[in-house]
């Protein structure tokens, strides 16, 4: 079945410094959602991409989604404080819905 | 702003023992889902669920697994016999209509099975 990768696991950053999360699919994906988490929070939506080789940018976030539709990635820049928390990739194929297992981002002020 | 909401947030059951979680998704939504998280682990999907009944669900969501929407505001999701592995924070979400993407998730219930 579909097996939806996330690297890394963990990311520590200074404040200021960018930050990337990447998300690798077994199979190809009609679509893939980005989330966050605080700790201790619920998942909140952030972006879907959709089509082969998309670029979406939200203020400091930019997403992208793989010509071949397997990958994506998450790019933030400047890293503050507030950015804090985990973020999860979701990847659909023709049957399934999976999560990546996360990126956990701490930032050190 | 509408949120979605969810009782209990914790819930301390013994194996063997039925629970149901309930939830009420934004007024209006079309789109309702649970997700489960075991401590420290990656969300995984359970169901999904649209005008009245089950449009996809994963493997984990087996026989002991059930969903309701009983009246026009609740979703609810049953486990018959909870296991001890079935500890987890259920999280139920919506979404507006075929043409938003955007889950709308609720603070979570944390299933404690002892």
């Known amino acids: 079945g579909q097996q939806v990768m996330q690297i890394p696991q963990y990311q520590h950053v200074q404040e200021g410094e960018d930050f990337t999360t990447y998300c690798n699919s077994s199979t190809t994906l009609s679509n893939i959602q980005w989330y966050k988490q605080r700790p201790g929070g619920h998942p909140v939506f952030l972006i879907q991409?959709?089509?082969?080789?998309e670029v979406k940018k939200q203020k400091r976030l930019t997403f992208q989604f793989g010509e071949a539709k397997k990958n994506s990635s998450l790019h933030i820049t400047a890293t503050q404080t507030t950015d804090v928390g985990t973020y999860f990739c979701a990847g659909r194929d023709n049957n399934d819905m999976r999560f990546g297992a996360g990126t956990r981002l701490t930032v050190k002020p | 702003e509408p949120e979605v909401t969810q009782t209990p947030s914790h819930q301390v059951t013994q194996m063997g023992q039925e629970v149901i979680l309930r939830c009420v998704p934004i007024s209006n939504h079309l789109y309702f889902y649970w997700y489960r998280q075991i401590l420290g682990q990656k969300v995984e999907f359970l169901v999904s669920f649209y005008n009245n009944e089950i449009s996809e669900k994963s493997e984990i969501f087996d026989d002991q697994f059930s969903v309701e929407r009983p009246d026009g505001s609740n979703f609810t999701l049953k486990i018959r016999s909870t296991k001890l592995e079935d500890s987890a924070m259920y999280f139920c979400a919506s979404r507006p209509s075929p043409l938003s993407y955007e889950q709308y998730f609720g603070p979570g219930t944390r299933l404690t099975v002892t």
């Open positions: 991409l959709v089509k082969s080789g």
